[in-house]
C-alpha cells in the first residue's frame, strides 16, 4: 500500500492535512474518509488507523484528516463552530473527488457526527458511521455542565437534570471555553445549546447507517440519542473512544464489511 501525507486547503484558506492510504489496486474509484472528533485528530487516533490498515487488506482506499488547529492541520481553534467543522469535511471531499474517487463513504467520531449530518443532503455518501455520536449536543451541553460543577458527586445521565441550574448554564454560554489544549468562543456552546442534529438524519437512508457506541461511555450516553438506527454494533463494555485492546477487535471486523460495497 502507498500512504501520503496530503495537504489542501479548507475554506478559510487554512491548510488541512490528511493521510492518504492507496492499496495497489483500488477498488472501483471507491474511498472512506475518517473524520476525528472534538480537539481529536484523524490522523494519529489508533481507531482510525486499525480501521484504514484493516481497509486496505480489502483493497479499499482511505483518508484520515485533522479539522482546523487539530493534529497536523493549521488554522485557529478558537474559531470553530459545527458548521466550520461541516466545511472542513466537505473541503476534504472535494479534495478526494478531484483525486478522482467518485465513490465516498464517510467515518465519523463524537462531534464528528454533527458535521456530518449538516452536509449528508448536499452530497452523495455511500456509507456512514457513527462512532459514539454526540448528536444530541442540546442535552449534551447540559450534561456536560453538570459534570463539570459537580466534580464531587457522581453524575450519569439519569441523574443530572436533578443538579441543572439553568440560568447558570444560559449564562455560562456567553463565556469563552478552555478546553485541554485551546480556547474556543463562546458561539460554539451558544449555538448549539438548542439543537439536536439527530433531525438531519431523518429522511437518510437507515440501511446505509451504522451507529458503533459503547455501553459504558460516560462522554456521550447512549441513552443521549434520540434516533433509531436499523444497524447497531453495542459494545457491552465500550467507553468513549472504543479503541483500547479488546474492545477495538468486538467492532472493527464488523465496521470493514459494512464499508465494503462489494
Known amino acids: 500500500m502507498i500512504t501520503k501525507l496530503i495537504e489542501f486547503n479548507n475554506k478559510e484558506s487554512d491548510i488541512l492535512r490528511g493521510i492518504l492510504v492507496k492499496p495497489k489496486k483500488v477498488y472501483n474509484n471507491y474511498i472512506v474518509l475518517m473524520f476525528g472528533g472534538f ?14 490498515d484493516e481497509l486496505g487488506k480489502r483493497n479499499i482506499a482511505s483518508f484520515r484528516f485533522d479539522a482546523t488547529d487539530c493534529g497536523l492541520s ?8 459545527i458548521e466550520s467543522l ?12 478531484k483525486l478522482s474517487y467518485q465513490k465516498v463513504s464517510i467515518v465519523g467520531h463524537s462531534l464528528a457526527s454533527c458535521a456530518i449530518s449538516l452536509i449528508i443532503k448536499r452530497i452523495n455518501i455511500e456509507k456512514v458511521i ?4 454526540a448528536l444530541n449536543q442540546k442535552d449534551l451541553l447540559r450534561y456536560w455542565f453538570v459534570q463539570k460543577n459537580n ?25 469563552d471555553l478552555i478546553t485541554k489544549s485551546h480556547k474556543l468562543n463562546y458561539q460554539y456552546r451558544d449555538k448549539n445549546k438548542e439543537i439536536d442534529y439527530s433531525l438531519n438524519f431523518s429522511d437518510f437512508d437507515k440501511k446505509k447507517l451504522l451507529l458503533i457506541h459503547g455501553a459504558m461511555d460516560d462522554k456521550v450516553p ?17 467507553d468513549h473512544d472504543l479503541e483500547q485492546p479488546g474492545i477495538i477487535e468486538q467492532w472493527l471486523d464488523k465496521a470493514v464489511k459494512f464499508l465494503s460495497l462489494f
Open 86 to 97: 461541516a466545511d472542513d469535511l466537505l473541503s476534504a471531499f472535494s479534495y478526494l473527488k
Open 222 to 238: 447512549l441513552k443521549s440519542l434520540n434516533i433509531n438506527f436499523l444497524n447497531r454494533i453495542i459494545i457491552k463494555k465500550g
Open 74 to 81: 493549521d488554522g485557529n481553534f478558537y474559531n470553530i463552530t
Open 39 to 52: 480537539e481529536r485528530s484523524g490522523t494519529t487516533q489508533k481507531k482510525f488507523k486499525k480501521l484504514s
Open 151 to 175: 466534580q464531587n458527586i457522581q453524575i450519569n445521565w439519569n441523574n443530572y437534570k436533578d443538579y441543572l441550574k439553568e440560568k447558570e448554564f444560559i449564562k455560562n454560554c456567553k463565556l
Open 130 to 133: 457513527l462512532i459514539a455520536p
